[in-house]
């Protein structure tokens, strides 16, 4: 039996750019920028996001809502724990993405590099070459279309900013919009966003769902 993965990770090239407009983001003081200017300010609050956490709400296209909490961890951690009731669990260790069900021992685990979610997770990254800005009526909002074109495989990732003088780089991440090549919509949306504070390798760590498999 082959694991689903869940459009927030997805691999599979997506249809087409994701629509965003669902996300809500709090009142601030409007700013003018142009699309550079815009993408130059995400990618000053990626470098300047060494870890955050966050509860998220993750909503799929059949409506279905989980939520649960987001660790993260630059350069390349990254953990989804789910609320008790969902036994699955998503895992960035560094070096790998682990999707993990409890409910049937199973894992499938990708290169980080190969997920949308990279974006996210390597302060390295050049944006300009993996990213567009997309216009929004909202001038206190950014949102970002990102994929890389040498590789449309590893999928397609939108995602919401709004500006606010107190988060990193002047922006706070409010969530974003995943679409795989099944139409599998997932949109994640962030509250209680706290950046920069300490946090464990060992919050990374995971249990072996398949017995006796040899976890490292």
């Known amino acids: 039996m082959r694991l689903r993965v869940p459009a927030l990770i997805a ?10 407009a669902t996300l809500s983001v709090a009142p601030t003081v409007a700013v003018a920028a142009t699309p550079s200017a815009d993408l130059s300010a995400v990618q000053r609050h990626l470098q300047g996001v060494e870890s955050m956490t966050a509860d998220f709400t993750q909503t799929d296209r059949a409506g279905k809502v989980l939520t649960g909490v987001l660790t993260l961890k630059k350069p390349g951690k990254i953990r989804f724990q789910y609320e008790k009731s969902v036994p ?4 960035g260790d560094g070096k790998s993405l682990w999707f993990l069900d409890y409910s049937v021992g199973q894992k499938q685990r990708w290169p980080i590099g190969n997920s949308p979610l990279g974006i996210l997770l390597d302060p390295s990254r050049d944006m300009s070459k993996i990213a567009r800005v997309v216009a929004t009526d909202n001038p206190n909002v950014i949102t970002i279309d990102a994929a890389d074109p040498k590789h449309p495989e590893y999928g397609r990732i939108s995602l919401v900013f709004a500006r606010n003088a107190a988060a990193p780089g002047g922006l706070m991440l409010q969530g974003w919009v995943a679409l795989d090549s ?3 919509r997932t949109t994640i949306r962030l509250t209680n966003q706290r950046f920069n504070a300490a946090i464990s390798d060992g919050a990374f760590r995971w249990r072996d769902p398949v017995p006796n498999s040899g976890r490292k």
């Open 11 to 20: 691999l599979p090239a997506l249809a087409a750019a994701v629509p965003v």
């Open 88 to 91: 699955i669990l998503i895992v």
């Open 182 to 184: 099944q139409n599998n």
